[in-house]
């Protein structure tokens, strides 16, 4: 591993489900609904946390978006069920719908890649297969590097 990579690794990284990686990698989303959503990942999953107290500030602050644009896209997430806003509590608390298959304006599924479809990295393909389209288990497993 080269140096600048793992001072990066040490200084943070956030672990993700490969298949909600990949149902957003899928999603037609805009950049600022993308940089909104990064923040409620970062917030969330960065943190080992499922759900997050955050204020607008906080999303304006790390998106560089105008307030009234993370408004909107706040709703806009909210009502494709990309995120779950609990309005109960002050700040709002959110978290990511992980059921990606409730999110509207899904588009057609195309196949998954596969593993023929992936370069040879060293790496190898084992473990229990990841559910990523309603046509059943994608056809790889979880992603595990050989020393």
């Given at each position: ?8 690794l040490n ?9 909600l990686?990949e ?8 950049g600022g609904e993308?940089r909104?959503?990064d ?12 759900c997050?107290?955050m204020r607008?500030t906080l999303?304006?602050?790390?998106t560089?978006l ?10 806009s997430l909210e009502a494709h069920h990309?995120?779950i806003?609990?309005?109960?509590t ?5 978290r ?12 057609q ?5 596969l593993q023929d479809?992936i ?5 190898e393909?084992?473990g229990?297969?990841d ?5 059943g288990p ?6 595990e590097?050989i020393s």
């Amino acid at each position: 591993m080269d140096n600048a990579f793992s001072k990066q690794l040490n200084a943070g990284f956030m672990r993700m489900p490969h298949a909600l990686l990949e149902a957003l990698a899928r999603y037609p989303l805009s950049g600022g609904e993308r940089r909104v959503l990064d923040v409620i990942l970062r917030f969330t999953y960065g943190w080992h946390r499922p759900c997050r107290r955050m204020r607008q500030t906080l999303f304006v602050r790390c998106t560089g978006l105008h307030p009234r644009y993370v408004h909107r896209v706040l709703l806009s997430l909210e009502a494709h069920h990309l995120i779950i806003r609990d309005r109960r509590t002050r700040p709002h608390t959110y978290r990511v719908n992980e059921a990606f298959l409730t999110w509207r304006r899904w588009p057609q599924i195309a196949e998954p890649a596969l593993q023929d479809d992936i370069a040879d990295d060293g790496c190898e393909w084992s473990g229990e297969p990841d559910q990523l389209s309603r046509r059943g288990p994608a056809p790889w497993g979880r992603l595990e590097v050989i020393s």
